[in-house]
């Protein structure tokens, strides 16, 4: 079996040939690593070799993890997955990133919570251009009216969008998915100052994504193993 630190290289050697396939410098995509349902001593294996950004997509799970960790203090924590209002206090006192954030109430509650001394809190929006009604994410043609909402709150800093593409989808509609977020992504890069972050790809399509300009793929599957 590889280890952690084996199959991470071998992440961050897919992200190089992908970023060098599409004539795109390697360090232009972050990798994301995705510890959801791991246990701390997998992050810390991933951190020894060399991993800094970590995901987690279950409140109470993430919280316990930041931590448990809170001595390796260069993590960056990342959460990747549904929030619930009475869930936003814990959310943002630990947390560096919010990458689902997908109504305004959400973030209007996030940005009432941040400590001040946490400084600002990076978030995404989250998109969903399949239209699949029982998945989060907002409608492309709905992004506009929610950035200027969330332009409005001082303790956020909007990084850019996110987007869980369907997993079944054929190739077709991947492209096309991926060419949208792309288009719509580039709209509001040049627009707005810290908008730098198109989330988008997994363990199984961060070729694709990154083909597609994604900047930051998030990777679990591939890195911890599969999930129980
Ligand atoms: C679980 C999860 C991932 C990682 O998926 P893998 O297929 O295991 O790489 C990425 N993003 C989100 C939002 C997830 O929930």
């Known amino acids: 079996m590889?280890?952690?630190?084996?199959?991470?290289?071998?992440?961050?050697?897919?992200?190089?040939?992908?970023?060098?396939?599409?004539?795109?410098?390697?360090?232009?995509?972050?990798?994301?690593?995705?510890?959801?349902?791991?246990?701390?001593?997998?992050?810390?294996?991933?951190?020894?070799?060399?991993?800094?950004?970590?995901?987690?997509?279950?409140?109470?799970?993430?919280?316990?993890?930041?931590?448990?960790?809170?001595?390796?203090?260069?993590?960056?924590?990342?959460?990747?997955?549904?929030?619930?209002?009475?869930?936003?206090?814990?959310?943002?006192?630990?947390?560096?990133?919010?990458?689902?954030?997908?109504r305004i109430k959400i973030a209007r509650r996030l940005n009432d919570q941040r400590p001040d001394e946490k400084g600002q809190l990076n978030v995404c929006i989250q998109m969903n251009?399949?239209?699949?009604?029982?998945?989060?994410?907002i409608a492309a043609d709905e992004l506009e009216a929610f950035i200027a909402e969330i332009d409005g709150f001082e303790k956020l800093r909007l990084r850019g969008i996110m987007a869980i593409p369907k997993a079944d989808a054929d190739?077709?509609?991947?492209?096309?998915?991926?060419?949208?977020?792309?288009?719509?992504?580039?709209?509001?890069?040049?627009?707005?100052?810290?908008f730098d972050t198109l989330s988008v790809g997994m363990s199984g399509d961060l070729e694709a994504a990154v083909a597609h300009g994604s900047t930051m793929v998030r990777i679990g599957t591939a890195i911890f193993g599969a999930r129980g």
Do not use: C
Not at 28 to 46: C, E, G
Not at 129 to 137: A, I, N, R, T
Not at 172 to 189: E, I, K, P, S, V
């Open 2 to 102: 590889q280890t952690i630190a084996e199959r991470l290289k071998v992440a961050r050697e897919r992200i190089d040939q992908a970023t060098a396939r599409a004539h795109r410098p390697s360090k232009s995509v972050q990798l994301l690593a995705v510890s959801k349902t791991k246990p701390v001593s997998d992050i810390r294996q991933a951190y020894e070799a060399g991993q800094r950004l970590f995901g987690e997509n279950y409140v109470q799970e993430g919280v316990e993890k930041v931590q448990a960790l809170a001595s390796l203090s260069d993590i960056q924590w990342h959460m990747i997955g549904p929030i619930q209002s009475n869930k936003t206090r814990l959310v943002a006192e630990h947390f560096d990133w919010v990458q689902s954030v997908d």
């Open 129 to 137: 251009l399949d239209d699949e009604s029982s998945k989060s994410g």
């Open 171 to 194: 190739s077709q509609q991947q492209q096309q998915t991926l060419h949208q977020l792309a288009d719509l992504f580039g709209q509001y890069r040049t627009k707005l100052s810290n």
